[in-house]
């Protein structure tokens, strides 16, 4: 089994910074592909950034340039440093990762830009 828990969400006032984190555990040797989304209060889940094995990454044009997809291996550990934080980043955050042809979500951890 692969589960995957997100962490390191919380509550930030613009221009802050959070670090989120999200633990694979089980075997991650096949785990290709990480994906980091989020879902705003009555949006749709979108695609924030996301990671290869091989460490190719892509972002969101909306977080470009602020936020940093990583991921250590030995530790089966995917990062999203967010920096710049705007109130429109608040949302849940959720972590994909991709393992063959399965997919496995976490739970979530929300994020809240407010002053």
């Known amino acids: 089994q692969v589960q995957v828990v997100e962490s390191g969400g919380g509550l930030v006032q613009p221009g802050g910074s959070l670090r989120l984190s999200c633990a694979v555990s089980g075997s991650a040797v096949s785990i290709n592909v990480v994906d980091w989304y989020r879902q705003g209060l009555g949006k749709q889940r979108d695609l924030v950034a996301s990671?290869?094995?091989?460490?190719?990454?892509n972002y969101a044009d909306t977080v470009k340039g602020r936020f940093t997809i990583s991921r250590d291996n030995a530790k089966n550990t995917v990062y999203l440093q967010m920096n710049s934080l705007k109130p429109e980043d608040t949302a849940v955050y959720y972590c994909?990762?991709?393992?063959?042809?399965?997919?496995?979500w976490g739970q979530g951890t929300q994020v809240t830009v407010s002053s």
């Open positions: 990671i290869s094995s091989g460490g190719s990454i």
């Open positions: 994909n990762v991709h393992r063959g042809i399965w997919t496995y």
